[in-house]
């Protein structure tokens, strides 16, 4: 079981910074994500995109906004359990809470911070009959591991940068590489897109488009796959292999949070208040784009002034009976729970005049 | 004109005449927002969701899509010919009248 003081369910910009906010108080976090890396839509969706709206940025891509938020809160060394989704939660009876993973991680909490964005980002899934079989069984919809597919045969299908970059990845883990795409157009970084042209001249990429995975084949995992040539003929051909990787991107879902018992309001968690923003649930928080009240505005810089309200909050949840008193870091420095620490430069004042 | 009338169904089937202003460099998925319509815009407007994917029912002509919308329509589901995602289409006078029909999520 995994113990901390504020578990911080989703890692974009807004459960990243709250890590921050908590950390200047002394609480420690643990981070819990459906996706495999940190940064939430700003890594899976647009992390080359500049963002232009957030204070002391003219502009910044949202992946470099992701790195300079894991910088910060390094010295606070939060916990991570990425790749798997918050399934449920039990209150305990000192007002704790136990938040329990898809894949059966417990975690145990005085506070639960949900800053889940628009929802836990799900894997677009292609249409096939009984697809859900081979899931976990040779069938993937994200890269956790790439040593898993040490020489085996891949057939990863998509026409995106994760198509393309993993492709490119695995040409040189994996016995086999084998990209679909539907289109012979991809969407993706220019150099990604030449890169995977020159593994394919290679030949330690084949490339199939126009074309279409149809089905899965194979007894208890995927054993074969069967694809579509969208040419006139609409040839059929099947593709021996000991995975299939789909990489169509992914949607938002609001998911398990939404049977907590929290009192939801057109998709978002609604909070009783702008003091907080604590939920119904006494101890359950929700930050960011994954919130609703009057005035809601849905931009990450909103999202870190709700934490940094909510994380003192949290530590008065958890103090009752300390007096809180915030702190400007101008003054106090930051102090990481490894030992570092940072603090302005003392001035030092000198006399002038004559002696 | 500041104002231009635009129709816009949602995924019930229910018909909203909603003004558009033409003056506030409006995207057709800010217009869907700002009636709250469920429009998700997951990416905040960068072609790269589909959240606001949209089917244009009138006979306006909306032009060329332009080359990231064109490459997410590409990957999104429930694409037709006449899909569109409403933040690649400015608000401008000539789509007074505009129908469009907010497609199908996920």
New interface residues.
């Given amino acids: 079981m995994i113990t901390t003081d504020i578990l911080i369910i989703g890692a974009g910009p807004t459960g990243l910074f709250t890590v921050f906010e908590a950390g200047l108080l002394k609480l420690k976090c643990h981070i819990i994500d459906a996706l495999a890396q940190p940064g939430g839509?700003c890594s899976e969706?647009?992390p080359k995109?500049p963002i232009y709206d957030i204070p002391g940025f003219p502009e910044v891509l949202a992946g470099d906004l992701v790195d300079n938020l894991m910088k910060q809160i390094e010295p606070f060394q939060p916990g991570f359990t990425l790749g798997e989704r918050a399934q449920t939660i039990e209150k305990q009876d000192d007002g704790s809470f136990i938040v329990t993973t898809s894949k059966g991680t417990q975690h145990h909490a005085k506070v639960v911070a949900i800053a889940g964005g628009?929802g836990s980002f799900e894997p677009?899934k292609p249409t096939i009959e009984g697809i859900e079989k081979y899931e976990d069984n040779g069938l993937a919809y994200m890269i956790k591991d790439p040593e898993v597919y040490r020489d085996k045969k891949v057939v990863i299908a998509?026409?995106?940068d994760s198509a393309l970059d993993w492709s490119i990845f695995l040409a040189d883990v994996a016995a086999e590489v084998t990209l679909v795409h539907?289109?012979e157009?991809f969407?993706g970084a220019l150099d990604s897109v030449e890169k995977v042209q020159d593994l394919v001249d290679e030949n330690k990429i084949r490339l199939v488009t126009p074309a279409e995975v149809l089905d899965i084949k194979g007894e208890d995992k995927v054993e074969s796959v069967l694809l579509q040539h969208n040419d006139k003929a609409k040839r059929m051909e099947v593709i021996e292999c000991d995975a299939f990787i789909p990489l169509?991107?992914l949607?938002?879902k609001l998911g398990p949070i939404a049977d907590w018992g929290l009192e939801i309001e057109?998709?978002a968690i609604k909070v009783d208040n702008t003091l907080d923003y604590q939920t119904n649930i006494p101890g359950i928080y929700a930050i960011g784009d994954v919130n609703t009240y009057p005035g809601k505005l849905k931009l990450i810089l909103c999202g870190f002034h709700e934490a940094t309200l909510m994380c003192q909050s949290a530590y008065q949840r958890i103090f009752p009976d300390k007096r809180y008193v915030m702190k400007y870091t101008t003054v106090g420095g930051v102090n990481g729970f490894d030992g570092s620490r940072k603090e302005a430069e003392k001035a030092v004042v000198k006399k002038i005049g004559n002696h | 004109m500041e104002d231009i009338n635009i129709t816009i169904i949602d995924r019930e089937g229910i018909e909203h005449k909603v003004l558009a202003p033409t003056d506030m460099n409006m995207n057709l998925m800010e217009v869907c927002k700002s009636y709250e319509l469920p429009v998700q815009a997951v990416c905040g407007g960068m072609a790269m969701c589909a959240t606001c994917q949209c089917y244009i029912i009138s006979d306006h002509d909306l032009g060329e899509r332009n080359d990231d919308e064109q490459a997410m329509l590409w990957e999104a589901d429930h694409v037709k010919d006449n899909s569109r995602l409403g933040c690649q289409i400015p608000i401008t006078e000539d789509l007074d009248g505009l129908i469009v029909e907010l497609a199908p999520e996920d």
């Fill in positions: 839509q969706l647009y995109k628009l677009r998509g026409g995106g539907r289109r157009e969407r169509f991107g949607a938002p057109k998709n």
